[in-house]
């Protein structure tokens, strides 16, 4: 025999799950009006030193991905199509492997798919930690010219939306 309270079992998680959901939209909405960047120093593969204070001025879309990652490799041509698009028009990309992710692997993906872009290894997880301890793959971030963090995408972002995003962050004085 059930105890009466058996039926409602569901409600004490369910809530839980609705206040951590209400908790990271508050965090996401809140995320992009305000915060900086991290100042951060990235290595791209070619040895070259390209800091996030550098590119003030420019809008810059930082990726973390992984070669492991099923969604980053998917996303991946759209990315490049993304900064072919934009890179005209002040953009810049730096795509961040993750620490786990093994460095020939990453090698091996930027020159078999031709990444045009700046790539860069985050060996010691110390950029993902800086970005608000990123864990999950792939997540990227838009900066303003001004270095303000303007939208944070876990998981591939809607291309059409991030498309007018880039257009209007380039758009601003």
Not at 95 to 117: G, H, I, Q, S, W
Request: aromatic residues 10%; proline residues 6%.
């Amino acid at each position: 025999m059930t105890s009466p309270a058996a039926p409602r079992s569901w409600i004490k998680p369910a809530a839980i799950g609705a206040l951590v959901l209400a908790l990271a939209g508050i965090g996401y909405a809140t995320l992009g009006t305000s915060v900086a960047a991290p100042d951060v120093t990235f290595i791209s593969l070619a040895g070259d030193k390209v800091s996030t204070q550098n590119m003030r001025g420019k809008v810059v879309m930082v990726n973390f991905w992984a070669t492991s990652c099923t969604t980053c490799v998917k996303e991946m041509p759209q990315m490049v199509e993304t900064y072919n698009k934009f890179k005209g028009q002040g953009m810049e990309f730096i795509a961040v492997a993750m620490a786990y992710d093994p460095p020939n692997y990453v090698v091996n993906f930027t020159e078999t798919r031709k990444l045009p872009f700046t790539v860069a290894l985050d060996s010691g997880g110390d950029i993902a930690k800086a970005f608000g301890d990123v864990t999950l793959t792939p997540t990227t971030f838009v900066i303003g010219k001004d270095g303000k963090i303007l939208k944070r995408y876990v998981g591939e972002p809607e291309f059409g939306e991030l498309h007018a995003l880039l257009q209007k962050a380039l758009a601003a004085g």
